[in-house]
Every structure is written in structure tokens, then in C-alpha cells.
């Protein structure tokens, strides 16, 4: 059987075991059992959004907001609705063209004391403000990067990167769900649980999930979650690789911890692809937004190159009780070494060859 001990602490250790095991199951996508939950792509867009916008200019406008130096800790839930509405663009505009202008941001951190003199540098104009400890971190046009570097020599500059979705990989068998209840891996027509996972939560960050789908029951809950892409479609999925990784973690039928509460954290859009900043923000509204997280999981199945924001995000949400997840060499095309997460702290699960004799273990996340 599987364990993971972080969830010893926060409840019954057979439920919690169980949705464990549950988010092991959400990363062996390349042994996966939802096949018949994964939606047909859907690229109708919205009325708004069915033809394509004219490109962002190289200035992307900026909304107004409330005044960020006055963000204090735990600012991750109002930093989070700053940035999904920070890049002001068409209704009608393209995936690639809301990425290219997320693209046009740096994230800066600086020690929490030369605040003041962040936000009274003239021609920067800084957003999205999170605190965390000492530090405060900033979305500010890369353009602008350049003045708050030779203002405060301690600012720590990481450009915006691309996100993408791991392991989308089709078609999938169904032998995943036959090997994810023992420790070797065998196949012996059944799945056995003790727990179906009732109480626990499970936060999808991926491209959505399709919440109408028969075999979830109901149990995705849509108002909980959050939109990132900020394209009229809310956390609906677009793609299927969203209600694929959900399908595996909570499905009635195919899921492991069937009866889970999915929650889903909408981070990519119709073409699979998304900003690490979009992750990061992600990550700093779960944790703020759930501040005594019981049984609580954060499922990344997603892809990043290495991104110290999201690395130190993800234990500090280890510490306030999360278990956080992540996807490690799922693809053909992505080692994993390039997993978004790389902290002690976070598990990161692998996939396993369909007749393996090696179990798939949890493996303490290391750079």
C-alpha cells in the first residue's frame, strides 16, 4: 500500500491514505484509467471570444487596482484577482495572444524592507503584490525590470516562463486502476480500498475540468475553483487534460478516491499551454484562500522549466498543511527534471511500464 506521511496529521490516516493514493493514480497518466471521462476537445468559444483578436500591443494596459504597497501576509486571494485582470486585452483575443502579453512580465522579489522603495520607483509600475516571511513579490513589465534593478541591488528578478500540461497521452488503457492498490504493481482484475476518499478535497490545477460529466456526480465543486485565463469560459475545460487528471483522482467509475471533492484551478487554456506565473498566482490563491486546509491536496500534472517562486510557494503551502503534488518524467518528451516543483517538502510521482514489477513509490522532490 501507499502512504504519504503529511497526511497522518490532518485526519483518519485510511481516508487520507486513500486519496494519496488517489493523486498517484492522477499521475500515472501514461498507465491512465479515464479514457471515458476525457471530453471531446471543445474550441467553441464563447460568442465574445469566436474570432481572433487583433494582437496585444508590446504595452500591454494595465488594470487599475487597489493600492498594492499596502499588501500585507496572506494578500495571495486579492494579488491572484489582480493578475487574472492585470493584462487588459479583447474579448475576442487569442490563447497566444493572452500568453504572449503574461509573457511581457518578470516577477520580482525584494526584501520585505525596501518596499516603500519598490513603489515610489518613478516608470515602474508594480502589481499582483504577494508578502510571504520578508519578502514581497511583484508582476512588473520586463521593460520596467531594468530601473528596479539598479534601484535595490537585492531584487531578485525571474522572467515569466511557459507552462505547459504534462503527459497528455492518448489512447490510455484502463490497467492503471488494476495496479495503483498494491505495492508491486500487479494486475489481478481488482481494486481494493478501504476509503473512498469522502472528506477530503482535491485542488485540479490543470486546464479545467468539464463539471457536468455524469461520472464525477456532482462533486465538482465550480464555485470554489478559480479562472486564470481569464477568457469567458470560467474553469469549464476546453482541452480534456484537466477532466482527464480529475477523472483518474475522483471519478466514480475509473477514479481512485471516489467520492473526493474536486476543485478545479483553471491554469491552461485551449491549447494546453499557460505562463509559470499563472501557476505561481495559483498556488498563493489556494493557500490564502483555504488558511486551515483539512485534508486538502494540490494535483499539479503540468510542466515548467525551473521556477524558484513556484518552488517556494509549494513548501510554504506544505507548511501551512497541504500535500502538494507533482507530475516527474509523466511525458516521453519531459524529463523529470523539469517537474514544477522541486522542494523536499512536495511529492513528485512518476509512471511505471504497463507490466512493471517496480512499484510506484513516492519520491521526496529534490533540485
Not at 462533486?219 to 476546453?238: H, L, P, Q, S, Y
Not at 485534508?295 to 507548511?319: C, D, E, G, H, R
Not at 509523466?330 to 510521482?349: E, F, H, K, N, Y
Request: hydrophobic content about 40%; charged content about 20%.
Amino acid at each position: 500500500m501507499l502512504s504519504v506521511d503529511p497526511f497522518r496529521r490532518h485526519g483518519p490516516r485510511g481516508a487520507l491514505r486513500w486519496v494519496a493514493v488517489g493523486l498517484t493514480g492522477a499521475l500515472l497518466i501514461a498507465g491512465g484509467v479515464t479514457l471515458a471521462v476525457w471530453p471531446a476537445a471543445d474550441h467553441s468559444a464563447p460568442a465574445a471570444a469566436a474570432a481572433a483578436g487583433p494582437a496585444p500591443s508590446s504595452t500591454p494596459s494595465v488594470s487599475e487596482s487597489s493600492d498594492p504597497s499596502t499588501a500585507t501576509e496572506g494578500s495571495g486571494v486579492a494579488a491572484a484577482d489582480e493578475w487574472v485582470h492585470a493584462v487588459q486585452l479583447p474579448a475576442d483575443a487569442t490563447d497566444d495572444q493572452r500568453l504572449q502579453a503574461k509573457l511581457a512580465y518578470d516577477l520580482i522579489t525584494v526584501p520585505l524592507s525596501q518596499r516603500d522603495a519598490l513603489f515610489s520607483l518613478p516608470g515602474v509600475e508594480a502589481v499582483a503584490p504577494v508578502v510571504r516571511d520578508d519578502t514581497l513579490s511583484v508582476a512588473v513589465l520586463r521593460e520596467q525590470s531594468d530601473l528596479v534593478r539598479a534601484s535595490i541591488p537585492d531584487a531578485v528578478v525571474e522572467p515569466n516562463e511557459v507552462a505547459k500540461v504534462e503527459a497528455d497521452q492518448t489512447p490510455v488503457p484502463s490497467w492503471g486502476l488494476d495496479s495503483v492498490d498494491n505495492a508491486g504493481g500487479a494486475q489481478d482484475g481488482h481494486y481494493r480500498y478501504d476509503n473512498d476518499g469522502t472528506g477530503t478535497t482535491v485542488f485540479v490545477m490543470d486546464s479545467g475540468v468539464q463539471s457536468n460529466h455524469p461520472d464525477f456526480g456532482g462533486r465538482v465543486d465550480v464555485a470554489a475553483g478559480k479562472d486564470f485565463i481569464n477568457d469567458g469560459r470560467g474553469t469549464e475545460d476546453c482541452l480534456g487534460h484537466g477532466t482527464h487528471v480529475a477523472g483518474i483522482v475522483g471519478s466514480t467509475t475509473y477514479g481512485v478516491a471516489k467520492k473526493t471533492r474536486i476543485i478545479p484551478v483553471r491554469v491552461f487554456g485551449c491549447s494546453g499551454t499557460g505562463s509559470a506565473m499563472d501557476v505561481y498566482y495559483a498556488l498563493n490563491w489556494i493557500t490564502d484562500n483555504n488558511r486551515w486546509p483539512s485534508q486538502m491536496v494540490i494535483n499539479m500534472s503540468l510542466s515548467v522549466p525551473k521556477y524558484f517562486p513556484i518552488n517556494n510557494t509549494a513548501s510554504f503551502a506544505n507548511s501551512r498543511g497541504f500535500v502538494v503534488i507533482a507530475a516527474a518524467g509523466t511525458s516521453p518528451t519531459m524529463p523529470a527534471t523539469r517537474p514544477p516543483v522541486r522542494r523536499r517538502r512536495s511529492s513528485r510521482w512518476g509512471i511505471t511500464p504497463r507490466r512493471s514489477t517496480t512499484a510506484a513509490t513516492a519520491t521526496p522532490a529534490r533540485a
